[in-house]
């Protein structure tokens, strides 16, 4: 268990994803962790859902002022003023952490202090469920003891991996947006066990379970998707009609499409909150 005290900037649902899983996993006790938020509606579902083991409030000052690692999760939008509010509250040996989509470790720096030693993650909603996988990038004058910090705590809510700062646009396009994708996918799939004739819940849970498993048969094997997919294709069987029918609607090229629209939009995002 790490000795640490662990500030919340924002008790949103991830923040409060994070805190249970901190404390589940055994990763920080839970009187180490105070969060803070603005609206009154967040702070108590943040109460709620972490069965009121984590201190929350809206004085963000009070948060800061004892957090050895200061984890912002506020939206984009909001982080210039937040940085202003705390700027001279956060303590100089501190770990500032931000999950905040977009904002560059240099836009972060030029809101704190000289020298804080910073870290930037990209979670993705699956934390919520202790499914995440998190990328994170280091600042400057972060250290080989803070990459270990962050990789401990993001590990309490799935995986994660270090990454140069330049490839989290990527991150943010393929597994930030791409529970979205998977959604549409067995959102489509069960519409066309239904189209089949299926019941309507056994078909969505035939479709998210075939998600699941073939996710999980990838990560478990360790073969490439296309070593698993031509395993199961018979020439002339039935998945073959329908991989016909996938490629002819161009289904390969619009996921690749999607993800890479969502990293280019990540990357403007970033430039439009500076």
Known sequence: MLAIQIGLIGAGRMATAL????????????????????????????????????????????????????????????????LAEIRNAVRAVALVVSIAAGITIERLAAGLVPGQRIVRVMPNTPCLIGRGASCFSLGQHATKADAETVAALFSAVGTAFEVPESLLDAVTGLSGSGPAFVYSMIEALTEGGVAGGLPPKLAAELAARTAVGAAEMVLQTGETP?????????????????????????????????????????????????
């Open 19 to 82: 805190a249970r899983g901190f404390v589940e996993a055994d990763v920080v006790a839970a009187d180490s962790i105070l969060a803070s938020d603005p609206s009154e509606a967040a702070r108590d579902a943040f109460a709620r859902e972490t069965q009121r083991f984590v201190y929350v409030c809206d004085d963000n000052v009070a948060v800061v002022e004892n957090a050895d690692v200061l984890l912002l999760a506020v939206k984009p939008q909001q982080m210039d003023a937040v």
């Open 226 to 274: 296309a070593v698993l997919r031509d395993r199961v294709t018979s020439p002339g069987g039935t998945t073959q009609a329908g991989l016909a029918v996938l490629k002819e609607q161009r289904f390969h090229d619009a996921v690749v499409d999607a993800v890479t629209a969502a990293t280019r939009r990540s990357a403007e995002l970033g430039r439009a909150t500076k």
